[in-house]
């Protein structure tokens, strides 16, 4: 698999892959991000930018559009993420950059968002 984000001067998650044609590969690409998010708190960072909507498989795909068709549009009703578990998770590693959250705080909320990607994809289009 090419390496698709790499971690600029400023420790920004920058992605360097083909924008995305299909929900399947915006899905692909949203778990990689979160995968290597893991390990960025696995190993102890607390300084660091995700990227964003500028990383995220689904955004790429269906945020210029107002999320229609994103997967956690169809699941939620709301744009941008809103009443999805990424709340919880932008705000859980928000308090663990400022040291009001453990790490292993921080890996369980990106856990969830993993988890949630991949049931929201699933249920949107029935397999994996």
């Not at 892959?17 to 915006?26: F, M, Q, V």
């Not at 690409?29 to 893991?38: F, N, V, W």
């Not at 995700?50 to 107002?66: E, R, S």
Request: proline fraction near 2%.
């Amino acid at each position: 698999m090419e390496p698709i984000f790499k971690w600029d001067d400023d420790d920004t998650l920058v992605y360097t892959g083909k924008l995305p044609e299909t929900t399947k590969r915006a899905f692909e690409i949203t778990l990689r991000k979160y995968k290597i998010i893991r390990k960025k708190v696995e190993y102890g960072h607390t300084h660091f930018w995700t990227g964003g909507v500028a990383t995220c498989g689904f955004c790429m795909l269906y945020y210029v559009d107002f999320c229609n068709g994103c997967p956690v549009f169809l699941q939620t009703g709301q744009r941008y993420c809103e009443g999805s578990v990424y709340a919880y998770f932008k705000s859980t590693l928000i308090k663990y950059f400022n040291y009001e959250a453990t790490k292993e705080e921080a890996l369980e909320a990106i856990d969830k968002v993993i988890i949630y990607a991949k049931s929201v994809y699933k249920e949107a289009h029935g397999s994996k």
